[in-house]
């Protein structure tokens, strides 16, 4: 039987490895990107067997935008001047990210529980809508965002939880990085050759420093 | 379309082809940036460079693909997860003492950000130019009680133009199908008969 990694794609045989999946310990994680074992799923068990039920999400209204997302608008639009040269211009617009930043009020009791439920909200119905209607509509670049943003937040979730479950020991004497393209988190001393999930080289990679914001 | 060269540092080699082929001497610079006040967009420097590191680029960019609105919606009900996520991450980070939660706190807002920035790209803000964007920052002008927003939104709107509008209407044809046709100030700037872009039509 093998094995294939919902993030990555790697493939654990069975038969090349010699060691059942079921045996492998629970901390065993995917030797490409660190995926935990329960990221992984038998390859004969095909996508369809885990279609997911999910509940159509109610549009809502598209006039008010959150200042966070105004904050979210405007650094990618940041970005997007940087790319065409445009070094002023990107200039202001990172300026007003940080205004609506500054302008977004914080969480009330702040918990890594309440992410976990915003990671599998994700999972569960956010992402599954955006699929559909991408595939609906023929959309290839709205597909890619959806496979990409899946496998992110599959392994943001896979932390967040390990962290709930054991506390922060695991982080002890290693390093933290974020792949700067795809967002795609990484536990380890030196960032991965190239990005399992969009494989941008590792010099894409940031390192998350220090304790405090 | 008229094209400036810009040089990638990290792949440039200084095997310096291109200083010996530009004709305005625009690649020798003392800071390795192309200097594109000199740059006539010619394209011989990227086509001498023996490591690939000098691309051409557009002045003006394309329209950008359209997005149907029931892809924009699914995308800004995630961003607007991704947001809380960002926050209640950054809250945590901030409040607490231990140094490895704050760490995984930083990554998981950072990865966040990435993810929603990237989502809100497919879902029609690419381009500073297109008129998604262009509208989002006019709003923004009429909130003058805020100064950063309301001054920022007007330099950059007077730089850079909306790409998919007309700015001032009158008579046109298509080159491709030659239906002839009016659009008036701030439609959408293509063919309604065979949906070409704008470089295909002429102004009658």
């Known amino acids: 039987m093998k094995y294939v990694c919902s993030v990555c794609g790697y493939v654990y045989d069975e038969e090349v490895e010699g060691v059942p999946f079921s045996e492998l310990p629970d901390d065993w994680a995917c030797p490409m990107c660190k995926a935990p074992k329960s990221l ?8 369809d067997d885990v279609k997911t039920e999910h509940i159509d999400v109610i549009d809502e209204d598209m006039t008010e935008i959150p200042p966070l997302v105004l904050s979210q608008i405007f650094s990618n639009l940041a970005r997007g001047c940087e790319k065409q040269y445009k070094e002023n211009e990107s200039k202001l617009f990172t300026e007003l990210s940080e205004y609506y930043r500054k302008a977004s009020g914080n969480i009330e009791n702040p918990s890594t529980t309440v992410i976990a439920e915003k990671l599998s909200e994700d999972l569960s119905s956010l992402y599954p809508t955006l699929r559909e209607r991408s595939e609906m509509l023929k959309d290839r670049g709205a597909l890619r965002v959806t496979v990409w943003g899946e496998k992110v937040t599959r392994m943001a ?26 967002g795609f988190i990484y536990i380890g001393d ?15 990679f940031e390192c998350i420093e220090g304790g405090n914001v | 379309m008229k094209k400036f060269a810009v040089r990638n540092i990290r792949l440039c080699t200084k095997d310096c082809l291109c200083l010996y082929v530009c004709p305005t001497g625009a690649t020798d610079t003392e800071n390795s940036i192309i200097d594109i006040d000199k740059c006539t967009g010619c394209g011989d420097c990227a086509a001498a460079c023996p490591s690939g590191a000098i691309s051409l ?21 995630l961003a607007k997860n991704k947001a809380a996520e960002e926050r209640t991450a950054e809250n945590i980070a901030s409040e607490t ?5 704050a ?24 381009l500073p130019q297109s008129s998604i964007s262009q509208d989002l920052l006019a709003s923004l002008l009429e909130n003058p009680s ?26 046109f044809r298509c080159s491709v ?27 009658l």
């Open chain 2, 57 to 77: 680029v557009p002045y003006d960019y394309p329209p950008q693909q359209k997005k149907s609105e029931r892809v924009c919606s699914a995308v800004m009900n």
């Open chain 1, 157 to 182: 979730l896979s932390l967040v939880d390990r962290y709930e479950k054991e506390g922060s020991s695991f982080l002890d004497n290693t390093k933290i990085w974020v792949c700067s393209i795809c």
């Open chain 2, 177 to 203: 199908c030659f239906h002839e046709f009016e659009l008036e100030d701030g439609d959408e700037h293509i063919c309604p008969m065979c949906h070409s872009s704008k470089d295909k039509l002429e102004r």
């Open chain 2, 97 to 101: 003492d231990d140094k490895n939660l």
């Open chain 1, 40 to 47: 992984f799923f038998a390859e004969d068990s095909e996508k």
């Open chain 2, 146 to 171: 805020a100064f950063i927003p309301a001054e920022n939104a007007r330099k950059i709107l007077e730089s850079i133009k909306c790409n998919d509008r007309v700015e001032k209407g009158g008579k």
């Open chain 2, 103 to 126: 760490r995984l706190m930083k990554a998981v807002a950072r990865s966040s950000r990435l993810v929603s920035e990237d989502l809100l790209r497919e879902g029609g803000y690419m």
């Open chain 1, 190 to 204: 030196t960032p991965p050759a190239i990005c399992p999930v969009c494989k941008v080289p590792d010099w894409k």
